[in-house]
């Protein structure tokens, strides 16, 4: 079956960084476009970042765009969020997504939580002011 484990958040100050990680297994990782959503406590779950199946594409939520950078092993089956210049705003569990579809072209769509079948489990990220 499709597992995708998050790993590498924790709590850090303003200004700091962090890269999550989502290893994923049950699945062949290289045809599906991917991304990351997070949520925060009160509040629905939010696009971030998106990546097409090879790694040529990528989007970017206005909020996170020239901070973070979404990235692809597919040698390695993982996916990753490198996060910089964190704001107090980035509070919120970051969940990885697997999208629907299998290769073809990324699209805005790909901001859509309704395109996405299976999650991981997240990974808390606070920013401390």
């Known amino acids: 079956q499709v597992q995708l484990v998050e790993s590498g958040g924790g709590l850090v100050q303003a200004g700091g960084s962090l890269r999550l990680s989502c290893a994923a297994s049950?699945?062949?990782?290289?045809?599906?476009?991917m991304g990351w959503f997070r949520q925060a406590p009160g509040k629905e779950r939010e696009f971030v970042a998106a990546?097409?199946?090879?790694?040529?594409?990528?989007l970017y939520a206005d909020s996170v765009k020239g901070r973070f950078t979404i990235s692809r092993d597919n040698a390695k089956n993982t996916l990753y969020l490198q996060m910089n210049s964190l704001k107090p705003e980035d509070t919120a569990v970051y969940y990885c997504?697997?999208?629907?579809?299998?290769?073809?072209?990324?699209?805005?769509?790909?901001?859509?939580?309704?395109?996405?079948?299976?999650w991981g489990q997240g990974t808390q990220v606070t920013v401390s002011s």
């Open positions: 997504g697997r999208h629907r579809a299998t290769l073809g072209a990324l699209t805005t769509a790909a901001r859509l939580t309704q395109t996405y079948n299976y």
């Open positions: 990546i097409s199946w090879s790694g040529g594409i990528t």
């Open positions: 049950g699945l062949t990782f290289s045809s599906y476009h």
